[in-house]
């Protein structure tokens, strides 16, 4: 399981949302049906608040954003690995609380 875990996290590099979509369907675990559930939808949000910031960009508005948000979605999975390494919990911020 701990194995799986890093592999949803990771996979915001490798095929984003199509990884944790199958683990959420093959899963028989709740806590890893959710973990992978709430990486699809960071997964979804992220790339929508990216685009729309590349979008806003050439309005200079959305350059700040486009760092942020893509420091986040870089940030956010490398600490979920790094929770999965040590056998601790993790949920995605905001999005635990809605899913």
């Known amino acids: 399981m701990k194995v799986v875990k ?7 590099w490798f095929l984003p949302i199509l990884l944790p979509l199958v683990v959420w369907l093959l899963a028989e675990e ?6 992978s559930l709430q990486a699809v939808v960071f997964h979804i949000v992220m790339t929508i608040l990216i685009t729309v910031s590349a979008f806003l960009s050439f309005i200079l508005i959305g350059i700040p954003f486009l760092i942020v948000f893509g420091v986040i979605a870089f940030i956010i999975p490398v ?3 790094v929770r999965a390494l040590q ?10 609380s809605f899913i």
């Not at 890093?6 to 915001?12: C, E, R, V, W």
């Open 79 to 81: 600490i979920g690995i």
């Open 6 to 12: 890093i592999l949803i996290h990771a996979s915001t």
């Open 87 to 96: 056998d601790r919990e993790f949920e995605y911020p905001i999005i635990r």
């Open 30 to 35: 709740d806590k890893l049906k959710r973990l």
